[in-house]
Antibody, heavy 116, light 107 residues
C-alpha cells in the first residue's frame, strides 16, 4: 500500500528556513517522479516542484531560487528545503507520487506558517 | 503556462442528481488532464486520469471526457459522500497547473 507521511512544518519568521520531509512506503521514491504541491488556507492547489525519477528537478517560478527538492534513496524519503520564506508561502504542503506525471497518491500534508 | 478555468465555482445539488463540471485549458493539452476530489481537511484523491480513465477504486458514477481544451467531469446519481471540492489538473507541460476548484454541496 502506498503511504506518504510529511513532517517538518511549523511556524517560521519571514526570511527563515524550513526543511520538509516526506517518508514513503509501499513503493520506491527513486523509481518515481515525486512532487510537492501546496494549498494556502482556504485556497486552491499550487504545484511547487517535481523531481523526476532520473533526477531532474523543476520549480514553480514563485519558489525558484529559494526552494530545493531532493531525495534520499537510502531512506526512501523526499525533501523540500525552503529558504528565504515569505508570508505568501504559508500553506499546507503535500508531497505526492507522480508516475508518468499523474499525481496518484498524496500525503496528509504539513502546515507551514510564515509570520513574525 | 496553461491556465485551467473551471465552471461553475459552486454547485448545490440534490442526491441522485447528475453533476457536470467543466475545465477549459488556455491552450491545447491533448488528454493530459486529471480530476481530483478533496473533502474538508483531507488531501486530494485522484478520480480520473488522462481525461477519461478511471483511477483504481473510484466509483463508476464518476466519469470524465474531453480532449484538447475542453474537459468534463460527470458525477451520475450524486451521493451525500460526494460533497467535496473538485479540481482539474494538467501535466502536459511544465509548470503543472490546477483549476481553481468547484465546490459541490448537497442540498
Amino acid at each position: 500500500e502506498v503511504h506518504l507521511v510529511e513532517s517538518g512544518g511549523g511556524l517560521v519568521q519571514p526570511g527563515g528556513s524550513l526543511r520538509l520531509s516526506c517518508a514513503a512506503s509501499g513503493f520506491t521514491v527513486s523509481s518515481n517522479h515525486m512532487t510537492w504541491v501546496r494549498q494556502a488556507p482556504g485556497k486552491g492547489l499550487e504545484w511547487v516542484s517535481v523531481i523526476y525519477s532520473g533526477g531532474s528537478t523543476y520549480y514553480a517560478d514563485s519558489v525558484k531560487g529559494r526552494f530545493t527538492i531532493s531525495r534520499d534513496n537510502s531512506k526512501n524519503t523526499l525533501y523540500l528545503q525552503m529558504n528565504s520564506l515569505r508570508a505568501e508561502d504559508t500553506a499546507v504542503y503535500y508531497c505526492a507520487r507522480s508516475p508518468a506525471a499523474i499525481i496518484d497518491y498524496w500525503g496528509q500534508g504539513t502546515l507551514v506558517t510564515v509570520s513574525p | 503556462e496553461v491556465v485551467l478555468t473551471q465552471s461553475p465555482d459552486f454547485q448545490s445539488v440534490t442526491p441522485k442528481e447528475k453533476v457536470t463540471i467543466t475545465c477549459r485549458a488556455s491552450q491545447s493539452i491533448g488528454s493530459g488532464l486529471h480530476w481530483y476530489q478533496q473533502k474538508p481537511d483531507q488531501s486530494p484523491k485522484l478520480l480520473i486520469k488522462y481525461a477519461s480513465q478511471s483511477f483504481s477504486g473510484v466509483p463508476s458514477r464518476f466519469s470524465g471526457s474531453g480532449s484538447g481544451t475542453d474537459f468534463t467531469l460527470t458525477i451520475n446519481s450524486l451521493e451525500a459522500e460526494d460533497a467535496a471540492t473538485y479540481f482539474c489538473h494538467h501535466s502536459s507541460s511544465l509548470p503543472w497547473t490546477f483549476g481553481q476548484g468547484t465546490k459541490v454541496e448537497i442540498k
